[in-house]
Structures are given as structure tokens and as C-alpha cells.
């Protein structure tokens, strides 16, 4: 618990492959996936895709889903017993009610309120169409919605990918919150700047093979994993400095 995991590689390499294969969105061919028992893995990817008009509102309380299920059968079961009360729509009707209970159905409201609050998601914004929403807002809006179905691992697919620094910034706080409460974070760039200052462990991933995990934190970068990250997501390179430019930087100096 509490990790944050960087994997990169270039566009094409399979990132985002890898985690629909972890959500279950997809199949595979070989292998196996596994999970610690009871974790809950939830994925927000680069381009989350809702109902035309659906609001901000709306996207949150679907983290609430099997609930209003158990809620809508409540309501019918209430129909049904006001015009021909039955015994075993009763005893159905109890079962229901201690699920939507135990579930947290009374305390949906004030859960979504106190998330949005301290994910900094106003009232009005809430009521706003989720496609009007920036790229930065709509990692917000679904960080919140995944906090909301206490997920334990969260996979997040370029969160940064087409954001201003400041939200970039915001983005990588909220993961490091995320991480010191306890949270698990996997995120996919192609960036090794941002991974070298912003995760501990990363994999890289080519060929859909994870060749090797880089210690970050403790520099453990050997040989020929700085050869595979060449490869998979190179450093910016540097422009030589001329002749003139670096007589004039001494003469500065």
C-alpha cells in the first residue's frame, strides 16, 4: 500500500494495452493477473468516454452504481407491496434495505461532498457537462469518482498527457496524497524527466515486455537499464553550445 509506480515507454509500446489487461478490459494470451485479495483496481484513462450530457454530477455518481440498483429494487418492491402486500416481498424488501445500509446509501451525498471538497471541485462545476471540462478537471472529476468507490490501486493512463504545469503540478500533488493515505498509484508516461523526480519505482515497458524496475530513489540504474530507457523513452538531448555562445557565458561568467 502507499506506492507509487511509474511505467514508461514510447507511444505504441502497449502502455495503455498492458492496463486494460489489469482492469479486466481486455484479454490476453498468456500469463496470469493477480491481485492481493479484496484490492480494488480502478483505471482512469487518457480519454474517459461518458453519455453525451452527462454532468459532472452525473460521472460521480456512477461510483454509486450497484447502490441505486439496490435502491431502484427497493422502490418497485414498495409499489408492488402498497397494492398486494406479500410476505416474500417483505422479507426480499429487508435483505435490500440492510444491503443499501451496510453499502453506505444513506451517506452517498455527504461522501461525494467531502471528496469533491478537498479535491477542490466546486458546487456550480458540478453541474457543468463533463466534455466541457479541460483535460486536468476531468483527471480531477475522475480521481474523485474512483475515491469515491474506494479503489485501492489506481491506474492512471498519462495523467499529465496535454496539461498546463500548474495542473501537471496539481496532478502529481494529489498522487502524492494519494500514495501518503495509503493508496496505490501506477501511472503510465512517456516522460523519464517527470519519473525521475516524481515516482520512486519505475518499469520500463517495449515490446510488451517490462524489462526492469529502476530503484529511483536509491539511483540503482545499471548499465544496461539506462541502455533500455534510451530505448523506450529517451532524454531530451542538449543543444551543443558554438563557439560564440560559450565565450560569451565565460566573459558573462
Known sequence: PGQKIAVVGTTGAGKTTLFKILTGELDYNTGEVRFAPGRKVGLISQIPHYPAGYTVEDVLRTAFRELTDIQGKMRRLEEQMAAHPDKAMLTEYDALSTRFQTG????????????????????????????????????????????????DILLLDEPTRGVDVNTKQDIYQLMGELTAGGMSVVFVSSELAELLKDAPDAYPYEGAKVHALLDIENHALTRQVLEIIERVAPMPKRKKKTGASQAANEAEG
Do not use: H
Open 104 to 151: 453506505g446509501g444513506y451517506e452517498t451525498d455527504m461522501q461525494t461532498d467531502k471528496i469533491c471538497n478537498g479535491l477542490g471541485i466546486p458546487a456550480a462545476q458540478r453541474q457543468q457537462d463533463f466534455d466541457s471540462l479541460s483535460g486536468g478537471e476531468k483527471t480531477r472529476v475522475n480521481l474523485a469518482r474512483l475515491l469515491l468507490e474506494k479503489t
